[in-house]
């Protein structure tokens, strides 16, 4: 259970903050406009991925999908760098 | 709808019933006293201008405050580097001015201590002397900093927003008649009455606290959520100038050049801004050739709480600069900004505002009250987590409505020239709230929730009284004098002491009934909890 609500809160924070940045830097509009559309809507995947680790019973898949997604998102991101 | 998939929905419910209630418990507490508090402060100017009675200003126009103030900085701090006006409005009255003075040349010197904000009448410039109080800032800066030091308490805050969002959208789930229990409220049924009622105040509401909870995120988002700044930018600034407009950074030259008057640069950002009024005037280097003076919208007349602004040159008052105009993301989360502070309301859609902020409370109350009345067996004594979720129960929905009746009292019965009196009003409702939540600890439960409730209803039962006594403005003047704010809070202290009261009362009567048993084998979402419950 402590493992699955560090991995809840902690990597679904990390995972939510990661993949919004993401798809802030990669998307095609205004980087203003992106940079707030991701951080208005940031809570609400956040709150998706809390919700989703409590109730998948597989805890490995849980770990992996959640943690997977917030090193996968901060890699691209940093292969990527800032944009200005 | 084929089985597997009614199965696969049924343990959907299950996983987010179990969620519902940890959160809500563990957020609970915290999120009870962000909601009471977080409820008062849409009356944060009007509760500091009722901890404050001798105070009876006369509202003037932005303009006129604003002209008083310049005249005032200018015999005061002539030679400062940044003059911030806080202007007037109808419901705060005086104006606020705060000075930064120019840092000491000489790098081996002492910085200047800072100034304190000062607050002016905006009719005469003059400063105004009232007793010293945090009034309705005090309420408003707790229900999202907790009174914890920075940045912790809003990081617990968010924390607690976050648990509420999550809890909501995972109670819609659970929840399968949501319409059909909005008009469901059966009393004196024991968990079935906490049920009822846990779901009425949060159905009837529903939007409204979905939205609060979000709205409350994005009040702090560039602390919460800054990532997506970093991914863009190398500097957060070219965001900020990006979104907010560049603020004026020119050095001063040193030359001495007399301010521009102020009225006409108001009467023209208004102008601009459709008959919008500004809030916040900050001059910076007043009285130099490089000053500037820049106008901030304020937010009551619009839905989007993040205002324009517009840069004058402080000598001759061309305009230098303006915020852009907001895109569709940055309108979004400003209307989203405007929408959990209210200020655009008026009184009616305000008192609204303040009733949903009660059901908003009465949700995590009940839902609190509910997790402990179920988790109670007839017969077994209740295991250790009960008790402890019971008296901090006691502690949050008993005791903090005492506290907040204790700093209204200390308002008007300690000394107004007390030093730090202020400070004294703050601790007192914390010495009161936690030290009634302690003596609670050692009476019996049913007992605790008595004496509790009914010291809460007797202190805010009091405040109309200890008003009359101790100032010139209790009801029967108030009312003959068409004071409303004076006679308005009286009648809403009777009421919250009335319904406290009636709450007290309640806890007597539930002890002399006989414990019920359900005479139907419980349907829906509850045989669902117990279920879970039963894990």
Known sequence: ?84 | MSKAASNAATGVRQSMAWIHGWLGLLAGWILFAMFLTGTASYFRPEITRWMQPEMDLRPVTAATAADTAVAHLQKVAPTAEQWFIYLPDARTTATRIFIRERPNPDPNAKPAPRRDELRLDPATGEEVTARDTRGGEHFYRFHFQLQIPHPWGRWLAGLCAMAMLTAIISGVITHKRIFVDFFTLRWSKGQRSWLDAHNASAVIALPFHAMIAYTGLITLVAMYMPWPIQANYKDPATFEKAVFGAEPDAEASGRLAALTPVAPLIARASQEWGGGAPATMVVRYPNDAAATVTLFQNSRDRLNARGGSIVFSGVDGRRLSTSPPPGPAAETSGVMLGLHMGSFAGPVLRWTYFLLGLAGTAMVGTGLMLWTVKRKRPGAAPFFGIRLAERLNVGAIACLPAGMAAFLLANRLLPATLPARGDIEVSIMFWVWFGLAALACVRPIRRAWTETLAIAAAAFLALPLVNALTTDRGFVRSFANGDWLFAAFDLAMLATGALLGFAAWRTTQKSSRPARKPRTAPRGASALREAVDAH
Not at chain 1, 1 to 15: C, E, K, L, N, W
Not at chain 1, 32 to 54: C, H, K, P, Q, R
Not at chain 1, 55 to 81: K, N, Q, Y
């Open chain 1, 1 to 84: 259970m402590a493992a699955r609500a560090f991995t809840a809160i902690v990597g679904g924070y990390a995972a939510a903050a990661a993949f919004v940045s993401l798809l802030a830097r990669i998307a095609p509009i205004d980087r203003a406009e992106a940079t707030i559309w991701a951080m208005t809507l940031s809570f609400l995947v956040y709150a998706g991925l809390l919700l989703w680790a409590f109730h998948e019973t597989r805890l490995a898949r849980v770990t992996g999908v959640i943690w997977g997604l917030a090193f996968g998102s901060a890699g691209c991101l940093w292969l990527l760098g800032p944009a200005l």
